[in-house]
């Protein structure tokens, strides 16, 4: 019996990562922008960031890119000395059963009740601090698309 490599569904079945070509860097500033949101989309965030940074360097004065700059920062986290933060189990099973219904959104979680579900983060934000507890909300970002 001879050995044959398996095919990229075959691959995908045995659990074994898959790379998506990527084109070329662009350019031209709307092309990097949308190949900032391709990367977005298959998921490949670490490349995002990585290009993005370059982007910033080259177009310094475009309101896009540099929102793109902020929007793939890693994410900050603080420890808030003196409280003890709450188990989040709900807020995980309820993303586990229910967040594929939200593809591209941010949600924001109290428990396992949805409080806001939209594709721009600040109007989720907005609704948010309105809670008048706004440290009690999980915000989670539902990507479009997991896997190339």
């Keep these: 019996m001879s050995y ?5 569904a075959e691959a995908d079945d045995l659990g074994e990562k898959t790379v998506t070509p990527y084109p070329p860097v662009p350019d031209d ?18 490349e995002a960031r990585t290009l993005v940074k370059e982007f910033s360097q080259r177009w310094p004065d475009s309101p896009k890119v540099q929102k793109w700059a902020r929007v ?8 808030l000395k003196g409280r003890r933060s709450r188990p989040r189990d709900r807020e995980y099973a309820w993303l586990r059963q229910h967040a594929r219904e939200y593809p591209g959104q941010w949600l924001a979680l109290r428990g396992d009740q949805l409080i806001a579900a939209d594709t721009d983060v600040a109007k989720v934000l907005e609704i948010v ?10 915000l989670h970002f539902q990507p479009a698309k997991l896997w190339p």
């Design 29 to 46: 500033e709307e092309e990097a922008i949308k190949l900032l949101g391709h990367l977005i989309g298959e998921g490949a965030v670490e």
């Design 72 to 79: 793939l920062e890693p994410p900050k986290t603080r420890v």
């Design 4 to 8: 044959k490599e398996p095919s990229l």
């Design 129 to 138: 601090n309105s809670t008048g507890h706004p440290e009690e909300i999980l």
